[in-house]
């Protein structure tokens, strides 16, 4: 069984598909190709990737179905490849779950660093080889956020979370009772400067809010709507 990192690319163009294949497997990537976006979520649901990166226009099932459909059942990192002048569709990406995306026409090697880049975001550290007293953990009543280990446990449940929910966690975790405004929360989360559109940030809180209140619905309550304003992170005294 293979030991490298295993990337999914969904692209129906065969040029690209085989450009970012032959860019990645010189970084040591095993890499699996789709052309279109149903063969794209049968091969996602099935098989574990570390990273999927995904064209968001493809006929048939484009991008954005294949990405809502995979992350009803997976948190599987996403990068959704798009085209200039797609700011809609890029805004309905991140909505669904992307993590990141590129535009074209890209270099390849910004595909490498991008894949390395969330890798490294989405990665664990083994528990065994930190000492617990230089991890970094944000710790509160019903919620533990293990930042070396990139895990999030409530009332002592672990919670999947796809990398841009768990780095929203973690900046509003990082800040008690501080009011972020939606375009702060863009600029720094996403580091993208939206036109308007500000969706995206209440979308991933109501997905954050939900995957918590599976396992603890004090943890949950702890991301606030502070109407008018944005959202704050509270932490109520037991």
Same mark, same amino acid.
């Not at 969706?199 to 619905?217: A, I, N, Q, W």
């Given at each position: ?5 295993? =990337?999914?690319? *969904?692209?129906? @163009? ?10 990645? /497997?010189?970084? #040591? ?15 996602? +649901? ?5 990273? %999927? ?10 991008? %954005? @179905? =294949? ?15 798009? !085209? ?6 890029? =805004? ?9 995306? %590129? ?7 910004? *595909? ?11 990665? !664990? ?11 970094? +953990? ?8 293990? #930042? ?5 446990? !409530?009332?002592?449940? @672990? ?7 768990? /780095? ?19 600029? /720094? ?20 809010? @939900? ?28």
């Amino acid at each position: 069984m293979s030991d490298l990192e295993k =990337v999914l690319v *969904v692209e129906d @163009e065969d040029r690209i598909r085989k450009l970012i294949r032959m860019y990645l /497997e010189r970084e #040591n990537y095993e890499v699996i190709e789709a052309e279109d976006g149903e063969t794209g979520l049968e091969l996602a +649901l099935k098989e574990d990737f570390s990273v %999927i990166i995904l064209d968001i226009m493809m006929p048939g099932k484009d991008g %954005i @179905e =294949v990405c809502k459909e995979l992350r009803e059942e997976k948190n599987t990192p996403v990068i959704m490849l798009t !085209a200039k002048g797609e700011e809609a569709n890029r =805004v309905q990406g991140f909505e669904v779950g992307t993590d990141d995306y %590129i535009v074209k026409p890209f270099s390849p090697r910004e *595909v490498v660093l991008r894949v390395k880049a969330l890798l490294r975001r989405s990665s !664990a550290s083994t528990f065994s080889e930190i000492d617990s007293k230089t991890r970094d +953990l944000i710790e509160f009543p019903h919620l533990l956020i293990d #930042n070396d280990a990139h895990r999030v446990t !409530a009332d002592g449940n @672990e919670v999947g979370l796809t990398p841009k929910e768990y /780095e929203l966690l973690v900046f509003l975790a990082r800040a008690p009772d501080k009011v972020f405004d939606r375009e702060q929360l863009l600029k /720094e989360v996403w580091k993208y400067e939206f036109f308007g559109d500000l969706r995206t940030v209440d979308t991933h809180v109501k997905r954050l809010r @939900e995957k918590l209140s599976k396992v603890s619905k004090d943890a949950a309550k702890m991301i606030v709507t502070v109407w008018g304003v944005g959202y704050k992170f509270e932490v109520t005294e037991e």
